[in-house]
């Protein structure tokens, strides 16, 4: 392998670790440019992606490099300002060259109109029991947008297809409806164009141009919570599309009422229109998503490796797609497909393992993390609501999941009296059976504790 179609696969790699924005980002414009005794130099355009690659993904490189080629122990980077596109594909092989282009294809030539990608469509979004009402419902709305489900709000775990799927609707309207200005905006962009529009006096603009759109998709809209101007700005927002039949489609990782801190008004807006979910595929539904992924790369796979992979890597459909992608490598590398052995060595960090069990530092992250708290607040002596429940939640789920006990619930909490752990247990254990939300809230909490 030379230098290029070396960097090729590590780059390959690196996009199952990273959001394609950050990937685009710190990627962009860097190659290898040299291979000396165990050191590879990177080069790369400038000063700033050289910190943040430096600080940020050396580690991460360095062992995705050293498991392709095991010589290679040492990294660092150089900065070379021109771009170096043009050499750098004339010396990748046909094949090489191809997989760039479709690289490239992917996470440069986003739409700017409409910041969709074209790699989301429905003809490559496969459908199972799993998510098949979630697409019932996707198809409907590019039918007859603004007009079927108004807003369509789509729920799931990280990795599950909801981006593929809000983005197939903003693409297929895009063809269908040629006139229609569809916008797709992740909550993060969404949230920093307020914040600096706020700033530079151009809330006005920034409203108008919001209200000139037909489609309007907003990604991840539990990053919202908590930010009460950007709720505010958004709530006028909606009003303001949906009373005049615009279509507007949401998604979140949980549902609106598990939203902390989302104004009331706005989750009954969410909760007006459609609200589906997408949960886990099961087995014979990974392996059909391999087997397709599969066909889409034009490339084979023995079925036993297929089937320890559908077996084994449960997390979610973007991990199945790494996993996937991790062996093809090594069969372009090694031109045959791994054997059964290889392969189980090379998916090590993809397989979900038993040990993910539950423990203390994990529950206090994951309970902190989900209400949008630190987890200092937890131990706060506070009273607030907002701070009493998730405590609650942090106690209850110690003694239910760890089998704590009361009195050391108690001093991990700074208290010397242990009945308040045990009111909290009762008081979440009781209600637990009676709302049906904190019963959603807990299935969500215990699916991440278990699973990261
Ligand atoms: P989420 O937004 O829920 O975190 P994504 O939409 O980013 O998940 O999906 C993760 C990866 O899995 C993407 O590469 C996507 O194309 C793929 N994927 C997810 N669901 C499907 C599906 N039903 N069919 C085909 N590919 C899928
Ligand atoms: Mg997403």
């Known amino acids: 392998m030379n230098n290029n179609e070396l960097w090729q696969s590590v780059l390959a790699q690196m996009q199952f670790h990273i959001s394609k924005a950050n990937f685009a980002t710190w990627f962009q414009n860097t190659e290898i440019v040299s291979k000396e005794a165990e050191k590879i130099t990177i080069s790369v355009p400038n000063a700033f992606s050289k910190e943040w690659l430096s600080n940020k993904y050396n580690k991460l490189l360095l062992k995705t490099l050293h498991e392709l080629d095991c010589t290679i122990k040492d990294l660092n980077f150089i900065i070379k300002p021109q771009s170096l596109e043009n050499n750098q594909l004339k010396n990748l092989s046909e094949n090489a060259k191809i997989e760039t282009e479709q690289l490239k294809f992917d996470e440069f030539k986003i739409n700017k109109e409409t910041n969709l990608n074209p790699r989301y469509t429905f003809d490559n979004f496969i459908v199972g029991s799993f998510n098949e009402l979630s697409h019932a419902a996707a198809l409907a709305v590019s039918d007859n947008p603004g007009v079927t489900y108004n807003p369509l709000f789509i729920y799931g775990g990280v990795g599950l297809g909801k981006t593929h799927l809000i983005q197939s609707i903003g693409n297929k309207i895009s063809d269908n409806f040629k006139k229609k200005k569809v916008k797709y905006i992740s909550s993060e962009k969404f949230v920093s164009g307020i914040i600096s529009a706020i700033r530079s006096n151009n809330i006005e603009t920034f409203k108008t141009n919001l209200s000139s759109i037909d489609v309007l998709i907003i990604d991840d809209v539990q990053f919202l919570a908590g930010k009460t101007k950007t ?60 087997k397709a992924k599969l066909q889409e790369k034009g490339t084979e796979l ?97 003694r239910k999941e760890l089998k704590y006990s009361f009195p050391s619930i108690a001093r991990k909490f700074g208290g010397k009296d242990h009945t308040t752990a045990i009111y909290a247990y009762k008081k979440i254990l009781q209600e637990n059976e009676e709302n049906n939300k904190l019963t959603e809230e807990l299935n969500l909490i215990k699916q991440r504790i278990y699973s990261g």
């Open 302 to 398: 023995p079925e036993e490796i297929l089937e320890y992979i559908a077996t084994n890597v449960k997390k979610n459909i973007r991990e199945l797609e790494g996993a996937l992608n991790k062996l093809l490598i090594y069969y372009k590398i090694n031109n045959k497909s791994p054997d059964l052995e290889t392969s189980k060595k090379l998916l090590k960090g993809f397989v979900f393992s038993p040990f993910n069990i539950a423990n203390y530092k994990k529950i206090i992250e994951t309970v902190a993390k989900f209400y949008n708290l630190e987890e200092k607040n937890l131990y706060d002596p506070t009273r607030r609501r907002e701070i009493v429940k998730p405590r609650q939640i942090a106690m209850f789920l110690l």
């Open 231 to 290: 709720q505010e700005e958004f709530f006028h927002a909606f009003n303001s599309l949906y009373e005049k039949n615009k279509q507007i489609i949401l998604s979140s990782d949980r549902p609106p009422n598990a939203i902390p801190e989302l104004e009331e008004r706005l989750r009954s807006r969410f909760e007006g229109g459609m609200i589906s979910d997408i949960s886990l595929p099961d087995y014979e539904t990974r392996l059909v998503i391999l």
